[in-house]
């Protein structure tokens, strides 16, 4: 199994797949689950020539399930290490939901200061910050994520049952296409991780501001959002994303819930893959 330590001595898993001279693209997962959840992405973008790359989180999938770091500084800091370990350079990154606070905290504070980074994707990405807040009026009460927090202690299983089956791919709409073995997928990537990790990624991924962090973004980016995105509401989010970044292009697709990469894959592929190619 192909890990890399980070300074702080956590093991983190990654898959590195594809010619060690072609671009490279670096994929990172969404809250709580893993690389796996990139595979319609991953074989795409390999089949079209490029070396594709993603890691587990700390705490994810198979990456070590310590009780430290759960914090969008130590994520940014391990992709920071898979990168450099891997040597990727002249790289798309390309983050989903947490992975776009990832993404966006990597590529500045890492990525364009070290000149790996080509371009980035942010899709259903939570920065600049999911909470309500004096700068964010626009974002979500604290109490939404207090009931996250409660789900997750008093049944994780259920919960992330439920979280798959229902808002996460639109599953809950009426007349919906709802695919079991998707929700199987999701329940079985995040069952994989730790219960803490997950718990204290809830605050990552809710109370971080990161404008700062888009505003150093200076390379391309494109944003993606559906605007039938019932996890990370796209009004504040895609859309104040593509007016914080320095160079953005944004595009939210009609009625698309937070799990398109997944249900929607051959769309979403086929506009990043222009994008890249731009």
Same mark, same amino acid.
């Given at each position: 199994?192909?890990?890399?330590?980070?300074?702080? /001595?956590?093991?983190?898993?990654? #898959?590195?797949?594809?010619?060690?001279?072609?671009?490279?693209?670096?994929?990172?997962?969404?809250?709580?689950?893993?690389?796996?959840?990139?595979?319609?992405?991953?074989?795409?973008?390999?089949?079209?020539?490029?070396?594709?790359?993603?890691?587990?989180?700390?705490?994810?999938?198979?990456?070590?399930?310590?009780?430290?770091?759960?914090?969008?500084?130590?994520?940014?800091?391990?992709?920071?290490?898979?990168?450099?370990?891997?040597?990727?350079?002249?790289?798309?990154?390309?983050?989903?939901?947490?992975?776009? /606070?990832?993404? *966006?905290?990597?590529?500045?504070?890492?990525?364009?200061?070290?000149?790996?980074?080509?371009?980035?994707?942010?899709?259903?990405?939570?920065?600049?910050?999911?909470? #309500?807040?004096?700068?964010?009026?626009?974002?979500?009460?604290?109490?939404?994520?207090?009931?996250?927090?409660?789900?997750?202690? *008093?049944?994780?299983?259920?919960?992330?049952?439920?979280?798959?089956?229902?808002?996460?791919?639109?599953?809950?709409?009426?007349?919906?296409?709802?695919?079991?073995?998707?929700?199987?997928?999701?329940?079985?990537?995040?069952?994989?991780?730790?219960?803490?990790?997950?718990?204290?990624?809830? #605050?990552?991924?809710?109370?971080?501001?990161?404008?700062?962090?888009?505003?150093?973004?200076?390379?391309?980016?494109?944003?993606?959002?559906?605007?039938?995105?019932?996890?990370?509401?796209?009004?504040?989010?895609?859309?104040?994303?593509?007016?914080?970044?320095?160079? *953005?292009?944004? #595009?939210?697709?009609?009625?698309?819930?937070?799990?398109?990469?997944?249900?929607?894959?051959?769309?979403?592929? *086929?506009?990043?893959?222009?994008?890249?190619? /731009?």
């Amino acid at each position: 199994m192909a890990t890399v330590t980070t300074q702080d /001595g956590v093991e983190i898993f990654y #898959k590195d797949w594809g010619p060690r001279d072609a671009q490279p693209i670096m994929f990172h997962h969404g809250w709580p689950l893993s690389s796996d959840d990139w595979d319609a992405q991953m074989l795409f973008f390999l089949s079209k020539g490029y070396r594709v790359a993603a890691h587990d989180r700390r705490g994810h999938g198979r990456s070590a399930q310590v009780d430290f770091g759960h914090d969008m500084d130590h994520y940014a800091a391990d992709a920071a290490a898979v990168a450099q370990h891997l040597d990727l350079r002249n790289a798309i990154h390309i983050g989903h939901s947490t992975g776009g /606070g990832e993404v *966006a905290a990597y590529v500045a504070r890492y990525g364009i200061p070290q000149g790996r980074v080509a371009r980035a994707v942010l899709v259903s990405a939570v920065p600049p910050i999911m909470l #309500k807040t004096d700068r964010y009026p626009g974002g979500l009460p604290i109490e939404v994520f207090d009931g996250l927090r409660a789900g997750l202690a *008093a049944n994780r299983s259920q919960f992330f049952r439920d979280v798959a089956a229902g808002p996460f791919y639109g599953f809950n709409r009426p007349g919906a296409d709802v695919k079991p073995a998707v929700i199987d997928n999701w329940w079985r990537q995040g069952m994989m991780g730790s219960a803490l990790a997950h718990y204290e990624g809830i #605050k990552a991924f809710s109370e971080t501001d990161q404008t700062d962090d888009l505003k150093a973004i200076t390379v391309p980016a494109l944003v993606l959002h559906g605007d039938d995105d019932q996890v990370v509401p796209y009004k504040n989010a895609g859309v104040l994303q593509a007016e914080i970044l320095p160079a *953005a292009t944004l #595009k939210i697709y009609a009625g698309f819930s937070h799990g398109m990469l997944t249900v929607n894959a051959d769309v979403l592929n *086929a506009d990043i893959l222009a994008f890249i190619q /731009g």
